[in-house]
């Protein structure tokens, strides 16, 4: 019986060192190799400061930048440990708000933002303006969202909206190979070619 035991304990630690250990630091290490960038975080830098990843979604509140979607992401209120407070692209929390289409707190949430946003039934505001993603964190926007905001940057930055349209057309990705997904344009891309276009 102790020959099984001895056996057990020895395959249950060399598998644990195998594929808890050694297995991840290979892929680790491969992935670096052949995706530097990516496994790094897909991380935008400028002027050697990181500002960002064009995996996660930033809170840009500025008319004079365009918005991505609501996030849903909470963190714990320093006040209170026991209760949470919005924190918009929250990495640490990812998550949506778990409310269906029948709760009134997501009606009223989304009433609120379509008025915010200026609404009008002959311009009615894309749906990923108003909703948020299933993990809180998308990074980005549909290009009629992308579109919906060309008047309101345009405006805020006085530049013809001819420009902003030309940039979002520039910064829309297809779908991936061809097939899969929607059509989207990535927020802090699209923001950081809007700035870069301002200093020229």
Do not use: C
């Amino acid at each position: 019986m102790l020959r099984h035991i001895r056996a057990s304990i020895v395959l249950l630690l060399s598998m644990t060192l195998l594929l808890g250990l050694v297995y991840p630091l290979a892929l680790t290490g491969v992935s670096r190799a052949l995706f530097p960038a990516q496994a790094a975080g897909s991380l935008i830098e400028r002027d050697g400061k990181t500002i960002g990843s064009s995996l996660i979604g930033q809170n840009f509140t500025s008319d004079r930048y365009f918005h991505g979607r609501p996030s849903a992401t909470t963190d714990t209120d320093p006040n209170d440990a026991t209760k949470t407070v919005p924190a918009p692209y929250n990495a640490a929390a990812s998550s949506g708000s778990n409310l269906g289409p029948t709760s009134k707190a997501l009606v009223d949430r989304v009433r609120e933002d379509v008025g915010k946003l200026g609404g009008a039934a002959d311009k009615p505001v894309p749906a990923d303006l108003v909703t948020t993603s299933g993990s809180g964190l998308d990074p980005d926007i549909s290009p009629a969202a992308a579109a919906w905001q060309v008047a309101r940057v345009a405006k805020a930055r006085n530049l013809p909206e001819a420009v902003m349209r030309r940039l979002v057309a520039q910064h829309t990705q297809g779908r991936v190979f061809g097939l899969l997904g929607e059509p989207r344009v990535n927020v802090l891309q699209l923001n950081l070619a809007l700035d870069a276009l301002a200093k020229r």
